[in-house]
């Protein structure tokens, strides 16, 4: 965490050249304003008084609706988009922020043991997924595979 610095106000003067020690707190208080780091002031309640997202917000002249739009829909199995999937019966165990090829991954209704029928729809997909959650697989008897949560990232 980054530390909180106090500036005294005889530190900045007007038309002087700044210190290199208060130009560094200058730097890092914000971020430890954010971080709440210990002697810092706290973001008062009436900062977060907006929450909508206008048109004012957005970049590129987005519009509130297209960008609400892009959040919630995605194609199927296309870069951001999510599935819930099972790796291959591997030694492997996932958890979030690994990633893994679409060729190893098939989307899934439940977790996968071994005999189990229906609970898969299909075999791999295309692109690079990260995992959102856990998954516990082994490759020996009784084999298990262990579906989550997968984001498309490539």
Known sequence: MTA????PNTSLESGAPIRGVDGVALRDNPIAIAEGATGAPKIQAAA???LTIGAEKLQNGTTERDWIISLISSSVYSVGSYLFAAPEATNTD???GSTISGSFLNPASSSL??????TT???GVSGTWRCM???ENNA???LRRGATLWKRIA
Do not use: C, H, R
């Open 4 to 7: 909180w610095t106090t500036i």
């Open 48 to 50: 977060f008084d907006d």
């Open 94 to 96: 996932y958890s979030p």
């Open 113 to 118: 043991e071994d005999g189990q029928n229906g």
């Open 121 to 123: 729809t299909g075999t």
């Open 133 to 135: 959650g856990y998954s």
């Open 140 to 142: 020996v008897a009784p």
